[in-house]
């Protein structure tokens, strides 16, 4: 079976995920724990542990178990206690984080009870802070903040380098393919790779690089980004192995819909420049991927596992 190595973060990846695991392949994901917002930021401020909201996010979608329990891991409180906003996942992940002594024992704990189709890692056991130079040269701590900053971001990097997971290390050298999912790029896509041992991992694999390409911009990070300035970006954050191939929406969006994120989320479609990624020497997998659900815009998660699977099928 084949070794597919998916690195990323926050809903994109579990998304991802979802489309994977319908296919016979060996899954490993890579999830950036850096994220400090909502209920996550509330844990890692209290017991010190790394982001467990990604991690809770992929472990629901590599889940075989009945929905019922994937609706109780991402139930969150409502109430005026303390627990108000926190994830019943969340919660859980901490306190197997707290009795197995450390975060991937954790992981690995939970993931026999919800019978996991695939191998979930966190990056680092570290308790890593994001930081980001802004367009304006302002440094700025913290991964909520630097999304809430209205200004364009040049360059991110750690407070301090952290120390990734061996195995992380392993799995990466010994894939078939390594994908870099769509999400938020700078948040969850880049923080996997500002590491140099990751870089030199992906640099010492057999792998490809496929790149699954957002169909929406993010506000405050990827605005009137093309395609192929997504390419870019991580080209330029990769070492000296690059993305390969790239998985992009070639579908139409209609105008109600462009409107409507424009209006209410800051959003724009993300243009598909052939002659552009032409020029980069890609390979280019281009399809309908857009699903709407309730005039919200989703990746076809079937059609990206068929054509991930095809990859290998062709013999690339």
């Given at each position: 079976m084949?070794k597919?190595v998916v690195?990323?973060g926050?809903?994109?990846?579990?998304?991802?995920?979802r489309?994977?695991?319908?296919?016979p392949?060996?899954?490993?994901?890579?999830v950036?724990?850096?994220?400090?917002?909502?209920?996550?930021?509330?844990?890692?401020?209290?017991?010190?542990?790394?982001?467990?909201?990604?991690i809770?996010?992929?472990i629901?979608?590599?889940?075989?178990?009945?929905?019922?329990v994937?609706?109780l891991?991402?139930?969150?409180?409502?109430?005026?206690?303390?627990l108000?906003?926190?994830?019943?996942?969340?919660l859980l992940?901490?306190?197997l984080?707290?009795?197995?002594?450390n975060?991937?024992t954790?992981?690995?704990?939970?993931?026999k009870?919800?019978?996991?189709?695939?191998?979930?890692?966190?990056?680092?056991?570290?308790n890593?802070?994001l930081?980001?130079?802004m367009?304006?040269?302002?440094?700025i701590?913290?991964?909520?903040?630097?999304?809430?900053?209205n200004?364009n971001?040049?360059?991110?990097?750690?407070k301090?380098?952290?120390k990734?997971?061996?195995?992380?290390?392993?799995e990466?050298e010994?894939?078939?393919?390594i994908?870099?999912?769509?999400g938020?790029?700078?948040?969850?896509?880049?923080?996997?790779?500002?590491?140099?041992?990751?870089?030199?991992?992906?640099?010492?694999s057999n792998?490809?690089?496929?790149y699954?390409?957002?169909?929406?911009?993010?506000?405050?990070?990827?605005?009137?980004?093309?395609?192929?300035?997504?390419?870019?970006i991580?080209?330029?954050?990769?070492?000296?192995?690059?993305?390969?191939?790239?998985?992009v929406?070639?579908?139409?969006i209609?105008?109600k819909?462009?409107?409507?994120?424009?209006?209410?989320?800051?959003?724009?479609?993300v243009?598909?420049?052939k002659?552009?990624?032409k020029?980069?020497?890609?390979?280019?997998?281009a399809?309908n991927?857009?699903?709407?659900?309730?005039?919200v815009?989703?990746?076809?998660?079937a059609k990206?596992?068929?054509?991930?699977?095809?990859y290998?099928?062709?013999?690339?």
């Amino acid at each position: 079976m084949k070794k597919v190595v998916v690195l990323g973060g926050g809903t994109g990846l579990s998304t991802l995920l979802r489309g994977l695991k319908q296919f016979p392949i060996d899954i490993t994901a890579i999830v950036a724990v850096s994220d400090d917002g909502r209920s996550t930021g509330k844990l890692r401020q209290e017991f010190n542990v790394p982001a467990v909201g990604d991690i809770r996010q992929v472990i629901v979608a590599l889940s075989e178990t009945e929905p019922l329990v994937q609706k109780l891991l991402n139930y969150r409180f409502k109430t005026n206690s303390d627990l108000n906003g926190h994830a019943l996942g969340n919660l859980l992940l901490t306190g197997l984080i707290d009795v197995a002594g450390n975060m991937s024992t954790g992981i690995e704990s939970l993931g026999k009870i919800l019978n996991l189709k695939g191998k979930v890692l966190p990056l680092t056991e570290d308790n890593v802070v994001l930081m980001a130079k802004m367009e304006d040269n302002k440094i700025i701590e913290g991964e909520h903040n630097i999304t809430e900053y209205n200004k364009n971001i040049k360059e991110i990097f750690y407070k301090k380098e952290p120390k990734v997971l061996d195995e992380v290390i392993y799995e990466i050298e010994h894939a078939d393919l390594i994908i870099l999912s769509m999400g938020s790029l700078f948040t969850s896509i880049l923080p996997n790779l500002i590491c140099k041992d990751v870089k030199r991992a992906i640099d010492n694999s057999n792998a490809e690089v496929m790149y699954v390409c957002n169909i929406m911009t993010q506000p405050g990070e990827t605005d009137n980004y093309k395609a192929s300035d997504h390419i870019k970006i991580i080209n330029n954050y990769l070492g000296n192995k690059k993305v390969s191939i790239i998985l992009v929406n070639n579908g139409k969006i209609t105008k109600k819909i462009k409107d409507k994120y424009a209006t209410l989320e800051q959003k724009d479609e993300v243009i598909y420049d052939k002659n552009e990624l032409k020029n980069l020497k890609l390979k280019i997998v281009a399809d309908n991927f857009i699903k709407v659900e309730d005039e919200v815009l989703r990746h076809n998660i079937a059609k990206l596992g068929f054509h991930i699977y095809s990859y290998f099928l062709k013999g690339d």
